[in-house]
Every structure is written in structure tokens, then in C-alpha cells.
Nanobody, 130 residues
Framework: QVQLVESGGGLVQAGGSLRLSCAAS???????????MGWFRQAPGKEREFVAA????????YSADSVKGRFTVSRDNAKNTVYLQMNSLKPEDTAVYYC????????????????????WGQGTQVTVSS
């Protein structure tokens, strides 16, 4: 069972930056480097929404239109960690951010759909003040 732990959230002023990390641990049948990873967020009173995803090798990424040009997803497979660099933050980026692991290895299909992920972290709060 894999455990995902997010960190790096906090309070930041509009226009600022944060870097989220998601560390994977635990015994799994296949290594971390074989799974695509995704970032999602959920604001109060709103549904969870897709933010960004990265394939298992890190050479392909996809981001939501709302964050393109501002957020960058990356990974370090040697450290079993995926990152979300968030720049030019806006108050509407305020949410709890979750990382998730793809449901099966070497799969990078519909990364936007949360149903394609089966392991989720506990989330980290990001608050952007105006």
C-alpha cells in the first residue's frame, strides 16, 4: 500500500509562489517510477478539480487551463517525490491540494479524471490573500 504525503502549503500573498511536494512511501508491487501522478485541488463548497499531471518518466505533463503558464509539475523518481511549483498565485487558487497516484502502472490516459487514480494524499492547504 502506497502512502502519499503532501507538504509545502501555506499562506501567501497574491503574486507569490509556493512549491508543493508529494512524497510516496510504502511497499508497492511496482516502483514509484512506473506510475503517473496527478495534482488536484478542492476549494470550500466546490468540487474537486484537476490541476496537473505528469507521466511516470516525467517527460510528459498536462495542466488545467486555469494554471497553465503559472504552475509546473515535475518529479524526482530517485526521491519518490512529485512537485507542483506554483507561481503568480491568485486568490482563486486557494484550496486544499491533493496528489494522487494513477490506478495502474504505465498508464497515462485521461489524467483529468480523478477516477483514474486510486491512492490519494491527505492534502495540504494553500491560501492566497489578495
Amino acid at each position: 500500500q502506497v502512502q502519499l504525503v503532501e507538504s509545502g502549503g501555506g499562506l501567501v500573498q497574491a503574486g507569490g509562489s509556493l512549491r508543493l511536494s508529494c512524497a510516496a512511501s510504502g511497499r508497492t508491487f511496482r516502483p514509484f517510477s512506473t506510475y503517473a501522478m496527478g495534482w488536484f485541488r478542492q476549494a470550500p463548497g466546490k468540487e474537486r478539480e484537476f490541476v496537473a499531471a505528469i507521466n511516470w518518466s516525467g517527460d510528459s505533463t498536462y495542466s488545467a487551463d486555469s494554471v497553465k503558464g503559472r504552475f509546473t509539475v515535475s518529479r524526482d523518481n530517485a526521491k519518490n517525490t512529485v512537485y507542483l511549483q506554483m507561481n503568480s498565485l491568485k486568490p482563486e487558487d486557494t484550496a486544499v491540494y491533493y496528489c494522487a497516484r494513477a490506478r495502474r502502472p504505465n498508464y497515462y490516459g485521461d489524467a483529468v479524471d480523478g477516477r483514474n487514480y486510486d491512492s490519494w494524499g491527505q492534502g495540504t492547504q494553500v491560501t492566497v490573500s489578495s
